[in-house]
């Protein structure tokens, strides 16, 4: 258990529609990662967030938003869905002093998206 | 820049057979380097790390990774493969300082009986 919870694990909804996935990062890591995972695109970076604050972004759609709260749990928003944007979305934390690395990315079981 | 190149995006060894998983890496700065399972429809867990200490780093589940500057290598190797070894692994480098982390795009290892 690297003790990064996700929720909800599967989802499944229609075209158009817009969902909103959870995670709460571990205790006293400060900063969230989102990652898509789909097979054709492998692992993508989506974006990151510390203390509350944006600090990189990747390849996130503009229908895609997120943010982190807080209490440092992190939602991310997914809108108008395609059939493309069928996979698993992973969250990962990790522990910044002073907002440097010092370690590794500790990551969550995944929630599994489906767009029919 | 920083970026990782898995020289193999598939690697199949029969069961008790070494296992050599090849990453090389590019970095600016001091790097730190990780590998990364993922068993299907599973989270990444973490193998092993290297963050400049000990340049052999051993991990778990019998994995082990040596850094090499000079060839700016960090190869996955196991001395005998096990069933449950039968996974996709991820290289990632990230330079100590930042917050960025790159990861390869992957290598699945089968492991035959």
């Known amino acids: 258990d690297s003790g990064v919870t996700q929720t909800p694990k599967h989802l499944i909804t229609a075209t158009g529609q817009r969902v909103t996935l959870r995670c709460s990062p571990r205790?006293?890591?400060?900063?969230v990662y989102w990652y898509q995972q789909s097979l054709d695109q492998g692992l993508q970076f989506l974006i990151q967030y510390y203390n509350g604050e944006e600090r990189a972004k990747g390849n996130i759609l503009e229908r895609f938003s997120a943010q982190q709260f807080p209490d440092l749990h992190s939602e991310l928003n997914l809108s108008s869905l395609e059939l493309g944007d069928s996979a698993l979305y992973f969250c990962?934390?990790?522990?910044?002093?002073?907002?440097?690395?010092?370690?590794?990315?500790?990551f969550g079981e995944g929630s599994r998206l489906t767009v029919l | 820049a920083q970026s990782v190149t898995q020289l193999d995006s598939h690697v199949s060894v029969s069961e008790g057979t070494p296992v050599l998983l090849r990453c090389n890496y590019s970095s600016s700065y001091s790097p730190s380097l990780f590998w990364y399972v993922q068993h299907p429809n599973k989270g990444l867990q973490l193998l092993l790390k290297?963050?400049?200490?000990?340049?052999l780093v051993k991990g778990i589940n019998g994995f082990e990774a040596e850094f090499k500057k000079s060839e700016t290598s960090f190869h996955l190797t196991k001395p005998s493969a096990h069933m449950s070894d039968a996974a996709e692994y991820f290289c990632?480098?990230?330079?100590?300082?930042?917050?960025?982390?790159?990861f390869g795009t992957g290598t699945r290892l089968k492991v035959l009986a």
């Open positions: 290297y963050t400049s200490a000990a340049t």
């Open positions: 990632v480098v990230s330079d100590q300082g930042t917050y960025k982390y790159i």
């Open positions: 205790s006293g890591d400060l900063s």
């Open positions: 990962a934390s990790s522990f910044l002093a002073g907002g440097l690395s010092t370690g590794e990315l500790f």
